[in-house]
């Protein structure tokens, strides 16, 4: 055996013990980073999704017993996404600012419960709207599909200030349209909710991991796809300008959509913005792990921890994840 090295520095010496490694970790997950999506629907039975093992879409009663689960868990924040039937989608998407409509009862009876909880809601058009689509629709002249931007902001405002009266603590526009962060926080003021925060999906990408999602709400686009309003996934810079003018319009916070596959994004705008910054690990990436795991490749709970350990060192401070109820209980272990 050689005789021993002369090295004053040695690394390994902060990691020699566990309670070493933990007075020396730079990134802490708590469960109170974790904001969980819960899917609803008007149904009296719970649904489980086949797209998404483990996850179901709610009745009211059983959100209400989820929830309880999850905050037991040390899970503080929620969003809700709601699957909604047939004959209740039109093209202009009314039922998305019907005050007895899904999303308002279910934030009203979660707020009757559970009154700490904070409770962030979805605004775009694709789970009300006929044609699948975040923003509103109509033909060319040549019969191609366009995405209307102005008329759909306007629609948005309506279903963000149904949310905002029936109590969310946050809405959290995902449709991508040009100009809504600043009409939504105009109608929001104007109505009395200046509390209300706004969490803005800045960039959010074209991504083929949404795709158990679309299938658990049964949301996809019924013709075309959403490339001229989602974000190229070749793009970062882009992200930035994207950015700038949600934080100028009035974004409380700012959201990175898909996680996993973007933490350059991630670490850009936190390099760039001092603003809260969320990210959203999605379907595809949950479903990644749960089928590795299932088949025993991985083991599903050190990989799920991981994976959001990887997106806070990112730079992210809040995480939208389907783990978030086992991963709280695991840190809470």
């Known amino acids: 055996m050689s005789e021993k090295l002369n090295l004053p520095i040695r690394p390994r010496r902060n990691r020699k013990t566990r309670g070493i490694r933990g007075?020396?970790?730079?990134?802490?997950?708590?469960?109170?980073d974790l904001i969980y999506p819960l899917f609803i629907h008007d149904a009296p039975q719970n649904d489980p999704i086949t797209s998404m093992p483990g996850c179901h879409r709610w009745s009211l009663e059983g959100l209400l017993t989820e929830v309880g689960e999850a905050w037991e868990a040390g899970v503080r924040a929620i969003v809700f996404f709601p699957k909604i039937e047939d004959d209740l989608k039109t093209p202009l998407a009314e039922e998305c600012f019907n005050p007895e409509g899904l999303v308002p009862r279910a934030i009203r009876a979660v707020r009757a419960v559970y009154p700490d909880i904070t409770i962030i809601t979805d605004v775009a058009l694709d789970p009300y709207n006929s044609d699948g689509h975040d923003g509103l629709v109509e033909k060319t002249a040549a019969g191609d599909l366009k995405i209307i931007n102005d008329e759909t902001v306007a629609v948005l405002c309506r279903q963000a200030l149904c949310h905002a009266a029936a109590g969310a603590d946050i809405v959290s526009p995902s449709d991508m349209m040009d100009g809504r962060v600043g009409e939504i926080r105009a109608a929001l003021d104007e109505a009395g909710y200046e509390e209300v925060s706004i969490l803005s999906y800045t960039a959010k990408y074209a991504s083929a991991y949404y795709g158990p999602f679309r299938g658990a709400l049964d949301s996809a686009p019924k013709a075309g796809d959403k490339k001229t309003y989602q974000m190229d996934p070749a793009n970062r810079r882009e992200a930035l300008r994207e950015a700038e003018l949600d934080i100028a319009e009035g974004a409380d916070m700012?959201?990175?959509?898909?996680?996993?596959?973007?933490?350059?994004?991630?670490?850009?705008?936190r390099d760039a913005f001092d603003i809260p910054i969320a990210a959203y690990q999605v379907s595809g990436e949950y479903l990644m792990i749960k089928s590795a795991a299932k088949d025993g490749w991985i083991d599903e709970e050190k990989v799920a921890l991981e994976s959001l350990i990887g997106i806070k060192r990112a730079g992210a401070d809040m995480i939208l994840t389907y783990f978030a109820k086992d991963v709280a209980r695991r840190l809470g272990r």
């Open 23 to 32: 007075l020396v970790r730079e990134t802490i997950l708590h469960p109170s």
């Open 254 to 269: 700012i959201m990175v959509k898909p996680a996993g596959p973007y933490l350059d994004v991630i670490r850009t705008l």
